[in-house]
C-alpha cells in the first residue's frame, strides 16, 4: 500500500482534471442530502427550544365538547399552577353589516403560563385589552378581521349576541402552534366572557384546554404519567388529550419528518442518478491511464498494486467531493436562516448539526464506492499486451471489486430504510428508483439498438447520429438513465401537484359545499330553511341544501369488548381515540354510498341501527350485524352496524362518520348543522341576513377554506420542485460527463469526416441530432415513469381526481431534449475547433 500511495501521490499532481464531474455528482448528492437534514434539525431544535412556550406549560389537557368538571379540576390543581382556555366558533358582524367567522378563544387572568402575547395598537397587556367598557367586552383581535368588517381600533363589533370593542391587534400567541389549524381570524377576550356568551351550550363545536405549569423538581413525563392515572380515577371515561412539553406540535414534528425524508430522498436519487457520472468518471479516466497500467504490469506490478494506485485517488476525490458537498449543505440553512429566518411561522435555530451532516458524509461514501469500485475491477483485469494493441479492451470479472461494491449498494439502501420515518415507504421508494434506472437502462439499450436498425436507410447528418448513438460510446446507453431518472422526479412532483392543486381549485369547489352551517337550533330547523331560501331567492334543492342532527360520540366498545386502542392502526386511530361527529336521519340521503347492508327504512322504531364510514369500520375489523357500544350525550348505546358506507369528506351529502336512525336519539335536544351549494351572490346575502335572525348560527366559507389551503400548497410544492431539480441537474452532470469522456474520440471523429469532405454544418447536425435523440428518449420516458408514480399516489392515497399538467409535462420533455442538444453542439463546436491534421497524427 505505501508503494501505491507514492505512485498515487505523484498521479495526482496533475490535479482534479478528469475527475470535475465526478466531484461535482459526489457533492451535489451529498448537499442536497446534508441541506434537507440540517434545515429539518433546525426547525426541530426551535420546536424543542421553544417547547414550553408552544404548549403554554409543561402539560396540556384538551376536551372536546365538554367543560372539566369540579373533580377533575381538583385534579388539575394539585398538578400545578393552572390556566383555562375554551375556544369556540362564532360569527363576528361588524356596524357595517359585514359578518364573517372568527376562532374565539377566552383565557383565564394568569393566561399565559409560559412565553407571551404580543399586541399591537393601542394596549401593551391582556388586561388592557380585555378592559370593558360599558356593556361591550374588550378584545385582542387578528388584523384580517380587522379588514374584513371594515374596523379600526377602539370600534364595537359584535361575536354572535356578545357586543366586543377591538382595543388591541393580535400579532402572535405562544400556544398558537399547539392549537392547529383555525377556521377564521383570532379573536382573544376573557374567560368569562365566552362563558356568559352562550357559546359553550351543550352540541356546540367547543373545546376546553388546561395548561399546566408543574413545579421545577419534577419531571415532565412523570408529571403526565401521574396526571393521566388521577384523572382516569375521578373520570373512567376520559376523552382527553394529554400531552408534555415532547408532544407540543406532533403535525409539524411529522410534517418536518416527512419533508426531511422526501427532500433527502431527492438527494439519494440525486446520488444515485449522479452514480452512473461517478461509473463514467472513474471508467473514463481508467482508459486514458490504461497505458500506465499495462506498464506497471509489464514491470511486474501484481493488479492488485494497479487496482490500489486508483483506489487511493478515488478514495481521496471522493472525500473531497463529499467535503466539498457538505459545506454547501451546511451553509444553505444558514443562508436560509438570514434570508426568511424571522418571517417563518414556525421557530427554527439555524446552526451547524452533526448528526445530518453525519448522514449525509455516509451517504455520499457509500455511493462513490458502489459505483466507483466496479470500473477499479478494469485495472485489475488490464493485461500487458493492451500497451501495443490500443483496440484491447479488458472486461472487468467479478471479483473483490464487484463484491465490494455490492455491499456499498446494499448498505446505502440499508441506511436510506433505517433513517427513514417509515421503513416500509422507503423501501418501496427505493425499490421504485431501482426499477425506473432499470427500466431507464433498458430504454437507453433499446434506443441504441433501433438506431442500429435505422441506420442502413438514412443519409447523411442524419446517418452519422444514428450511427453515433449506436455506437459503444453512445450517450443514450450513459445519460439516458441519469436524465431520465431526473425528469421522473420532477414529473411526478408536476403532476401530484397539478392534480392535488385542480382537487382543491376546481374538483372541490364543484363537488364540495360552499357553505356549512352549524349550530342551528334544533326547534328552530323550519324557519331556518326559510331563512335560507328567502337570501337564496328560490326554493331549497334536494341536490343543493342537505340539513341534518349533529352530535359528536365515541367508540368505546366493540362486539360487548372495550375499544383497545393499542391494537388499531395509528392510521385508523382516529375514530376510537376521540369523540367522532354523528348524526341521526331517517330516509337514505343522496350519495349515501353504501357498500355493504341496506338502510334502515323511513319511520323505524326497532332496536338502534347505525352505518359506519368504512375508514372507521377498518380499524376494529366491523362487519354487518356486529354491535358496538357508543357514548352519546351522557349514556351508551348499543347499536347494530347496519350499513357501511363510503364516506367522501370533501364532497356535498352526509359526511359524519356515524349515521343512527332517529329513533336511537329521540327526545335529545340535538342541534343540527347544514350544507349548501351557492354562488358568490347567495353566500353573501345568506351570510347578512342570517346575522339578524340566527345570529348564534356560524357560516363556515368552504371557498375561503380551499383558497387558503392552495396557496399553502403551493408554497410548500415550489421547495419540492426545486429540490427534485436537484436530481435533473445530476442527470446533466452526466451528460456533461459522458461529452467530456468521449471528447478525445469525438475530436478525432469529427477531423476524419472533415477530411472526408464533411461540412461544420452537417457535423453539427449530426451532434445535435444524437444528442436530441438521447433527451427526448429520457424525457419521454422520465415523464412515463413520473406518471406511473404519481398516478397511484393522487388516486389511491389522496384519492383525488387524476388529472395532468400538459404545459408542465411538455415543458419537461421539450426542456430535456432541448438542454441535450445544446450539450451535443457544444462538443461538436469543441471538436471542429481543433485542426484535424495535428489530431490524427497523435497516434
Known sequence: MWLAARFAARE???????????????????????????????????????????????????????????????????TGQVAYAVAAQAMAQGANGQRRLVDLRGVSPNYPLAGRVELAGGAATLAQAFRPEGDAQGAAVEKLLLDRLGLKLGDRFEVGNVPMIARAVLISEPDRLSRGFALGPRVLTRLSTVETGGFLAPGLPFGETARIAIPARERPGAAKAALTRALKAVSPEGGYRIRDRGDAAPGLRRLINQLEYFL????????????????????????????????????????????????????????????????????????????????????????????????????????????????????????????FRHDLTARPKFGVEMLLALIAAAALAGLAVLTAPTPLTASVMIGGVVIAFVLLWAAGNGAAAAARRLRGGARGPLRIGLANLAGPRSAARTATPAIGLGVALLAAVVLIQSSLLTQVTQVAPRAAPALVFTGIPGDRTAAFDAAVAQAFGHPLRANAYLRAPFATGRIIAVRGVGVDRGRI??????????????????????????????????????????????????????????????????????ARVAVLRKVDFGAFGASFPLVLDPAAVAGADLSHVAIAKATRAEEARATLALGHSFAQVNVISVRDALEAAADIFARLTLAIRAAAAVAALAGLLVLA???????????????????????????????????????????????????????????????????????????????????????????????????????????
Open 12 to 78: 495526482m499532481r496533475a490535479g482534479v482534471r478528469g475527475f470535475r464531474v465526478f466531484l461535482a455528482c459526489i457533492a451535489l448528492g451529498v448537499a442536497a442530502i446534508a441541506a434537507a437534514g440540517s434545515t429539518a434539525q433546525a426547525f426541530r431544535e426551535g420546536l424543542a427550544a421553544q417547547a414550553r412556550e408552544i404548549l403554554g406549560g409543561d402539560l396540556s389537557v384538551t376536551l372536546g365538547q365538554r367543560r372539566f368538571t369540579a373533580p377533575e379540576r381538583a385534579v388539575l390543581a394539585r
Open 264 to 387: 433527502g430522498f431527492i438527494g439519494l436519487a440525486s446520488l444515485v442518478a449522479g452514480g452512473l457520472g461517478v461509473f463514467g468518471a472513474v471508467s473514463a479516466y481508467l482508459e486514458t491511464r490504461k497505458a500506465s497500467i499495462a506498464v506497471l504490469k509489464a514491470l511486474g506490478a501484481e493488479g492488485a498494486l494497479a487496482r490500489d494506485v486508483y483506489l487511493i485517488q478515488i478514495a481521496l476525490l471522493a472525500g473531497l467531493g463529499v467535503i466539498i458537498g457538505l459545506a454547501v449543505g451546511a451553509a444553505i440553512p444558514l443562508a436560509l436562516g438570514e434570508l426568511v429566518g424571522k418571517t417563518l411561522p414556525v421557530p427554527a435555530l439555524f446552526a451547524l448539526y452533526p448528526w445530518p451532516l453525519i448522514k449525509a458524509g455516509a451517504f455520499g461514501l457509500l455511493a462513490a464506492a458502489a459505483f466507483s469500485l466496479a470500473p477499479l475491477s478494469l485495472a485489475r483485469a488490464t493485461p500487458p499486451a493492451a500497451l
Open 737 to 843: 460527463g459522458a461529452i467530456a469522456a468521449g471528447a478525445r474520440a469525438r475530436a478525432k471523429e469529427a477531423a476524419t469526416l472533415k477530411v472526408l469532405g464533411a461540412s461544420s454544418g452537417q457535423i453539427l447536425a449530426a451532434y445535435a441530432l444524437e444528442y436530441g435523440a438521447v433527451g427526448l428518449i429520457a424525457g419521454l420516458a422520465g415523464v412515463a415513469l413520473g406518471y406511473a408514480a404519481a398516478w397511484p399516489i393522487v388516486v389511491k392515497v389522496f384519492e383525488a381526481t387524476w388529472s395532468v399538467d400538459w404545459r408542465g409535462v411538455g415543458a419537461l420533455i421539450g426542456g430535456a431534449a432541448v438542454l441535450a442538444t445544446a450539450g451535443g453542439l457544444l462538443a461538436a463546436l469543441q471538436a471542429l475547433s481543433l485542426r484535424p491534421a495535428p489530431i490524427l497524427r497523435a497516434e
Open 569 to 638: 392502526d395509528p392510521a385508523d386511530r382516529w375514530a376510537y381515540d376521540n369523540d367522532i361527529s354523528l348524526s341521526a336521519i331517517g330516509p337514505q340521503p343522496l350519495n349515501a354510498g353504501v357498500t355493504a347492508g341496506a338502510w334502515w327504512p323511513a319511520g323505524y322504531q326497532g332496536p338502534p341501527l347505525v352505518a359506519v364510514s368504512t375508514d372507521a369500520a377498518r380499524g376494529a375489523g366491523l362487519r354487518i350485524g356486529d354491535i358496538i357500544t357508543l357514548s352519546l350525550l351522557g349514556r351508551q348505546i348499543d
